[in-house]
């Protein structure tokens, strides 16, 4: 189990027929996919903190046993709105759909945020990846992903947002990072090229003589 989600004790174990696991434990019904825990406590609605049997009828719908009495759940699928609220390398930028950074800057903050009225924001689960630096989509709960030392290039950086119901955002939100060399190297490549062209020129002119 995450560390969030605090020492529980299992009771009861199922699957549906999509094949994630619904787990009744000792601090309300934890969902997971293989990836994602998604819990659902007496904050979203159950009788009872401690969950003992987990059934689902042919209509879809999950029946929730505890030692306070019987839950009725019937997941009602959404797709939260996820949107990038800013970024944050060495000075605040404003929600963009592209931005240019120099490869100087070593620390950069991206932030985002999702809204659901059904879905704590401590409860909303995040995935996001940033194209040529992350293999794989990464989870977190923190609206906030940290990258270091950006590479050279254009690196494209989508995040999506998950709510309690296991509805993913559609479609997910966007920034374009280009990250150029710092200014100052581009004007000193910049003067070198010039000379070279210069020196070519006037050796071309001395050698036509």
Do not use: C
Request: aromatic content about 10%.
């Amino acid at each position: 189990m995450p560390e969030e989600l605090g020492e529980v004790i299992v009771y009861f174990i199922t699957a549906d027929e999509s094949g994630l696991l619904w787990l009744g434990t000792s601090a309300g019904v934890i969902r997971f996919d293989g990836e994602i825990f998604l819990p659902l406590s007496r904050a979203d609605g159950l009788a009872s903190e401690a969950i003992h049997k987990i059934l689902q009828d042919r209509d879809g719908v999950f029946w929730f046993g505890g030692t306070s009495g019987l839950t009725r759940y019937e997941p009602m699928v959404s797709t939260p709105a996820v949107q990038i609220r800013g970024i944050v390398a060495e000075e605040r930028y404003a929600p963009a759909g592209q931005i240019r950074l120099p490869s100087n800057v070593n620390h950069v903050d991206i932030e985002f945020q999702a809204r659901s009225v059904k879905t704590s924001p401590g409860a909303m689960v995040y995935r996001y990846r940033l194209g040529g630096v992350d293999s794989t989509w990464q989870t977190t709960r923190d609206p906030v992903a940290e990258y270091f030392d950006l590479p050279l290039g254009h690196h494209l950086f989508e995040v999506v947002a998950i709510d309690r119901d296991w509805g993913v955002s559609d479609p997910p939100a966007r920034l374009q990072i280009d990250v150029h060399p710092p200014y100052r190297q581009i004007l000193i490549w910049s003067a070198m090229s010039l000379t070279i062209l210069a020196v070519g020129l006037v050796l071309g002119s001395t050698w036509n003589r």
